[in-house]
């Protein structure tokens, strides 16, 4: 299980922003109330496969990535990419005001409750659900987004306005089955 932002809108392109809205969610106290701890958190698309990156590239990896290097992001010849754990609270503090700071180094800033862009465009955000299940589980999610300045809501759907939204990539966020 896992959310996907839909890149091909221009305002989810930005690393800072996707971090951002990752950082609002609190995995730790979900797991803890809503899923009695059953759930460990996945770090890649390629969890428990010989694909997921851990540590730092080896000799193989830097020969194939050295002639790029000027093309690839700096984060590539460091350690894999690990998700931060939360405190458990259901608000982390120190997450959510690092949320806030990516934004505004994405050249998003704070009118009011919401962040606006230099055009005064807010930053809408919806995710879209066809199940009530998730209705309950990213309410938290949204809540810590309104919070940090994301216009954040939830929108359920029936499945086959789910299925048909999902192929034509009009929506936001959504979950997906890996």
């Given at each position: 299980?896992?959310?996907?932002?839909?890149?091909?809108?221009?305002?989810?392109?930005?690393?800072?922003?996707?971090?951002?809205?990752?950082?609002?969610?609190?995995?730790?106290?979900?797991?803890?109330?809503?899923?009695?701890?059953?759930?460990?958190?996945?770090?890649?698309?390629?969890?428990?496969?010989?694909?997921?990156?851990?540590?730092?590239?080896?000799?193989?990896?830097?020969?194939?990535?050295?002639?790029?290097?000027?093309?690839?992001?700096?984060?590539?010849?460091?350690?894999?990419?690990?998700?931060?754990?939360?405190?458990?609270?259901?608000?982390?503090?120190?997450?959510?005001?690092?949320?806030?700071?990516?934004?505004?180094?994405?050249?998003?800033?704070?009118?009011?409750?919401?962040?606006?862009?230099?055009?005064?465009?807010?930053?809408?955000?919806?995710?879209?659900?066809?199940?009530?299940?998730?209705?309950?589980?990213?309410?938290p999610w949204v809540e810590n987004m309104v919070a940090v300045g994301f216009d954040a809501t939830i929108r359920?759907?029936?499945?086959?306005?789910?299925?048909?939204?999902?192929?034509?990539?009009?929506?936001?966020?959504?979950?997906?089955?890996?």
């Amino acid at each position: 299980q896992a959310i996907a932002l839909n890149q091909r809108q221009e305002r989810f392109r930005d690393v800072r922003v996707r971090r951002a809205i990752a950082l609002s969610f609190d995995f730790e106290w979900t797991n803890k109330s809503l899923f009695y701890g059953l759930y460990e958190r996945s770090q890649s698309c390629f969890e428990k496969s010989e694909f997921k990156a851990s540590g730092l590239p080896d000799t193989a990896e830097l020969a194939l990535m050295e002639p790029l290097r000027d093309k690839l992001p700096a984060d590539a010849f460091a350690e894999a990419f690990a998700l931060p754990s939360s405190n458990g609270s259901g608000r982390d503090r120190k997450l959510l005001g690092e949320a806030s700071k990516l934004m505004t180094e994405a050249g998003w800033t704070r009118a009011g409750k919401f962040f606006q862009n230099g055009k005064g465009e807010t930053f809408k955000l919806e995710i879209l659900v066809d199940d009530e299940g998730f209705v309950r589980i990213y309410s938290p999610w949204v809540e810590n987004m309104v919070a940090v300045g994301f216009d954040a809501t939830i929108r359920m759907v029936d499945s086959a306005q789910h299925q048909a939204r999902q192929a034509d990539f009009d929506f936001d966020l959504i979950s997906m089955a890996l």
